[in-house]
């Protein structure tokens, strides 16, 4: 090592050699056959190309080759194309600063010819005889430009990729390894613009062909056929706009959540970023509802002004910076927030007896999947066996619902009264009136003017019957069986009333009634300069959940009241993850997240318990309430507090009409 620096030292500055210097800078962009598909197929998109063909074998290694129908390059241009920091789409500082191409360093082209032997073909006319074909083959040597016919458009062929270079090669994987990777790089282009037709195919074989189209129904198919139609099945739908951001696109529901954070796409101004801010934006509008050690699912849009996110953070160009980050992540997180909350039965229910347009048709569907009570209606019709059997499906129609809650007040017509008349809850709703003779929370929260606004029941109505139906049995004194215009619900009672509690806590803690105390002796922490500053910036922040932070010296901190729930907790850690995410995200969430821990287990243990019988008021209490309450589909520690089946499942279950 000793040898090898002296001899670095004595050597005189020069320019390198320009192969050597290519391949160095293929070193950034040139990871594996996956990052050179990217680069070839980013440059197609922005030749404004309506059709792309991307064509591979043996995973990539042996051979890429992408084509599209783009504007083309031409001859005169096409030695440049394999020169470093040679582009077409930026010509000044100005373009720079809002670049709203995908590729533009220049450095694609000559960093992959540098590793590979590449073949160039080109036409900037509509006749396809006047092609151009250039080759460069990894060493150095001028570009030999000559004729070939093309159709209008651009092919980039690249044959044996690290051929010249064994010691890159070897650390390549399987075959099937590299595809993989070739085809997410896929997914996330074909995701990112809808507008144009895609093609993949692998050693002869076609894996996707996706065609064009930018409505939403076009969307969705597509959608469905690189992410599978449970996605789309258990997605919500979003589409929001504030302070010149617009955020549109899907996000799963909580409970369709999955081991790895491998269907998690976000794209800034249609580019694919993997961003720590829009990251933790996201991970904390699920904090509440997510199963632990469970990943998000979604497919998010955010468009914003080009001018106000720097994209040339990253060689990769996979990380973005905004320029007021703060209100990029409150946005994210409050839309997100407000959208996850909203999913609950009852949300959607003035559009289902409409008729759905046909382009809508899809949109819709996921729209109420979306509340997890989508319609699966069949009509009614005669069979000739005599029984009343179910056809194809229809929506359901007013004497439907008549016929289903006659059907229920002559089960049970003790409860007629309440089926049109909803009974106003008791204070703190459920709690008090079905865990009479329990365990009791901490405190019982008392409704207030925002909990009533919230929660009072709707006009009657004859012709509608609630999402979650109605009561028919407890089943041992765990679930609560209910039926539905559609079929069966059947509802964890303790998970459901568990959530209910929770977010009648949550409300009363957070809506400016959160109880602080002051110390008798002040906490002091030794701090940095940086945590001092922070510290001295976010009064507010520290101040809206009770914690009053003083600066005592240009080091110190002291903690002088705190929120009276957390009177007991290790504050010290607690208030130096705050200035850390405070500095890095402008925002914390930590002393929140620990008050509702709390709350959580207090709701847990002031919820109706498992083996309690109630009564069917009580149960149907307790579903009018999982109505009305935000996030109710799953219990505080993200696990789903009902299901549904309908008809047609039953049916299937017992080979009904097959």
């Given at each position: 090592m000793t040898m090898l620096t002296e001899t670095a030292t004595q050597r005189r500055i020069r320019v390198l050699d320009p192969r050597l210097a290519n391949q160095i800078a293929a070193g950034e962009v040139v990871e594996r056959p996956a990052s050179v598909a990217k680069e070839l197929v980013e440059n197609a998109i922005d030749a404004g190309s309506r059709r792309i063909e991307v064509e591979l074998e043996a995973g990539g290694a042996r051979l890429i080759r992408v084509r599209d129908d783009g504007s083309g390059i031409a001859e005169d241009d096409l030695p440049l194309a394999l020169s470093r920091h040679a582009t077409s789409k930026i010509a000044s500082l100005d373009e720079l600063e809002g670049v709203a191409s995908l590729g533009f360093r220049g450095e694609a082209l000559a960093s992959i010819s540098s590793v590979s032997r590449l073949e160039l073909v080109s036409n900037v006319d509509e006749d396809p005889r006047g092609g151009w074909r250039v080759v460069a083959e990894g060493r150095q040597m001028e570009p030999r430009v000559t004729p070939a016919p093309h159709p209008r458009g651009t092919s980039v062929t690249v044959r044996d990729l690290f051929f010249n270079t064994p010691a890159r090669r070897k650390f390549l994987r399987t075959e099937k390894t590299e595809y993989g990777h070739v085809e997410e790089a896929f997914r996330r282009l074909a995701l990112s613009r809808f507008d144009i037709a895609w093609v993949l195919r692998h050693n002869q074989k076609t894996v996707h062909q996706l065609p064009p189209g930018d409505d939403a129904a076009a969307r969705e198919r597509r959608i469905a056929a690189l992410l599978g139609k449970g996605f789309l099945d258990n997605a919500l739908h979003l589409d929001l706009e504030a302070g010149g951001l617009r955020l549109w696109g899907w996000v799963g529901l909580p409970t369709h959540s999955r081991a790895q954070a491998d269907q998690q796409y976000f794209f800034v101004n249609g580019r694919v970023v993997r961003d720590r801010l829009v990251a933790h934006a996201i991970r904390q509008a699920y904090r509440d509802v997510l199963f632990h050690g469970r990943h998000p699912v979604f497919v998010l849009y955010l468009e914003v002004d080009p001018l106000v996110v720097d994209v040339n953070v990253h060689p990769t160009k996979h990380e973005v910076r905004f320029r007021d980050g703060r209100m990029v992540h409150d946005f994210l997180f409050s839309s997100l927030h407000r959208a996850l909350a909203e999913a609950r039965p009852g949300e959607q229910e003035a559009a289902d007896d409409e008729a759905v347009p046909a382009q809508d048709a899809a949109s819709h569907a996921v729209r109420e999947s979306a509340g997890r009570w989508q319609q699966q209606p069949m009509a009614l019709h005669q069979r000739s066996d005599?029984?009343?059997?179910?056809?194809?499906?229809?929506?359901?129609?007013?004497?439907?619902?008549?016929?289903?809650?006659?059907?229920?007040?002559?089960?049970?017509?003790?409860?007629?009264?309440?089926?049109?008349?909803?009974?106003?809850?008791?204070?703190?709703?459920?709690?008090?009136?079905?865990?009479?003779?329990?365990?009791?929370?901490?405190?019982?929260?008392?409704?207030?003017?925002?909990?009533?606004?919230?929660?009072?029941?709707?006009?009657?109505?004859?012709?509608?019957?609630?999402?979650?139906?109605?009561?028919?049995?407890?089943?041992?004194?765990?679930?609560?069986?209910?039926?539905?215009?559609?079929?069966?619900?059947?509802?964890?009672?303790?998970?459901?009333?568990?959530?209910?509690?929770?977010?009648?806590?949550?409300?009363?803690?957070?809506?400016?009634?959160?109880?602080?105390?002051?110390?008798?002796?002040?906490?002091?922490?030794?701090?940095?300069?940086?945590?001092?500053?922070?510290?001295?910036?976010?009064?507010?922040?520290?101040?809206?959940?009770?914690?009053?932070?003083?600066?005592?010296?240009?080091?110190t901190l002291l903690v002088r009241q705190l929120p009276t729930l957390l009177i007991d907790a290790d504050v010290e850690p607690l208030i130096r993850d705050m200035l850390a995410d405070l500095e890095r995200y402008g925002r914390s969430d930590r002393l929140e997240a620990h008050i509702n821990e709390l709350l959580a287990t207090m709701a847990c243990h002031g919820s109706v318990r498992a083996n309690r019988r109630l009564t069917l008021a009580e149960m149907n209490a307790l579903l009018r309430d999982m109505e009305r309450t935000e996030r109710s589909g799953q219990c505080n520690h993200g696990r789903p507090t009902w299901t549904e089946m309908s008809m047609r499942e039953l049916d299937r279950l017992f080979l009904r009409g097959q």
């Open positions: 005599g029984e009343a059997g179910r056809g194809s499906p229809d929506r359901v129609t007013p004497d439907r619902v008549r016929a289903f809650m006659d059907g229920y007040r002559a089960l049970h017509p003790e409860h007629e009264e309440q089926l049109l008349t909803p009974q106003p809850a008791a204070p703190g709703g459920v709690a008090a009136e079905v865990a009479r003779g329990e365990r009791q929370a901490a405190f019982t929260p008392s409704k207030t003017a925002a909990d009533t606004s919230r929660q009072a029941p709707a006009e009657p109505d004859a012709t509608r019957a609630p999402p979650l139906g109605y009561a028919i049995a407890q089943l041992h004194g765990v679930y609560i069986l209910a039926e539905t215009e559609r079929g069966l619900v059947m509802v964890d009672m303790h998970a459901a009333h568990e959530r209910i509690v929770y977010e009648r806590m949550k409300t009363q803690v957070h809506d400016g009634r959160l109880d602080a105390q002051p110390l008798l002796v002040p906490v002091s922490l030794a701090a940095s300069a940086a945590e001092v500053a922070t510290a001295e910036a976010e009064r507010e922040a520290f101040a809206r959940f009770g914690v009053e932070l003083d600066v005592a010296g240009p080091e």
